[in-house]
């Protein structure tokens, strides 16, 4: 089973738009940690944001925002009022500890790509 | 300049002929990962190492070794590489595992592996 789905394959909107990624993830760790990381068409990852389990606090950094939902296992990212800097693809990312094994992989959603027109 | 370095940046190379993508970071960092990336699948975690002597499997580390001899190198092995090892190749670091601190990974630019 995907641990990691990012349901959207694609969106595109136009410049000035907000616009919603959705991420949910599955894990019986109660102890885990959530990422979601951009790839703009140079193809570099960039690291946006980290959020442990036991913090629900959403979080705003400018545009960006975060909504992290424990019920429904989502962690969802909101760009306001896109811009065509936007464009990438955007990754979500879950850490958990496997029960078997201890390994603490790192596993990521396969990403939604977002098009912002002009 | 704090960064990732791989190399090669691009390779072509033929079924069974071993290769070795090289990783080296300049921050010190304990964490280190491998990662490739496949259309519609997303990245996919080879191997990571929580510091130098210390390596564990990610989802998908068959076909692949990896070793830590020293804390700034990463590099990854292909014994044997087949076609379905073509794809896009990431290392990435950070101060400690992801999951343990606010220190966000540094990824390399990428490694393009084509395997006929």
């Known amino acids: 089973a995907q641990k990691v789905t990012q349901a959207q394959t694609e969106i595109s909107v136009v410049e000035k738009e907000d616009v919603t990624l959705d991420c949910v993830y599955e894990?019986?760790?109660?102890?885990?940690?959530l990422f979601w990381y951009k790839q703009p068409p140079s193809g570099e990852l960039v690291f946006l944001i980290r959020?442990?389990?036991?913090?629900?606090q959403n979080e705003i950094s400018g545009r960006y925002s975060w909504n992290f939902q424990k019920s429904t296992s989502s962690f969802n990212f909101t760009i306001t009022a896109s811009q065509v800097v936007d464009s990438a693809v955007y990754f979500c990312?879950?850490?958990?500890?496997?029960?078997?094994?201890?390994?603490?992989?790192?596993?990521f959603g396969s990403g939604t790509r977002l098009q912002v027109q002009p | 300049e704090a960064q990732v370095t791989q190399n090669p940046r691009y390779l072509i190379t033929v079924t069974g002929k071993k290769l070795t993508v090289t990783c080296s970071q300049n921050?010190?960092?304990?964490?280190m990962s491998w990662y490739r990336q496949d259309p519609g699948l997303g990245l996919r975690q080879i191997y990571y190492?929580?510091?130098?002597?210390?390596?564990d499997k990610g989802d998908v580390p068959e076909g692949y070794k990896v070793s830590r001899k020293e804390k700034r190198n990463f590099p990854l092995i292909l014994e044997s590489p087949s076609p379905n090892q073509t794809s896009l190749y990431f290392c990435?670091?950070?101060?400690?595992?992801?999951?343990?601190?606010?220190?966000?990974?540094?990824f390399g630019d990428g490694t393009r592996l084509s395997i006929l």
């Open positions: 894990t019986r760790d109660t102890t885990y940690y």
């Open positions: 921050m010190n960092h304990e964490y």
């Open positions: 990435a670091s950070s101060l400690f595992h992801p999951g343990y601190s606010n220190q966000p990974q540094h």
């Open positions: 990312a879950l850490s958990e500890a496997e029960a078997d094994t201890g390994r603490r992989a790192l596993t």
């Open positions: 959020r442990n389990s036991f913090d629900e």
């Open positions: 190492s929580m510091n130098v002597e210390v390596t």
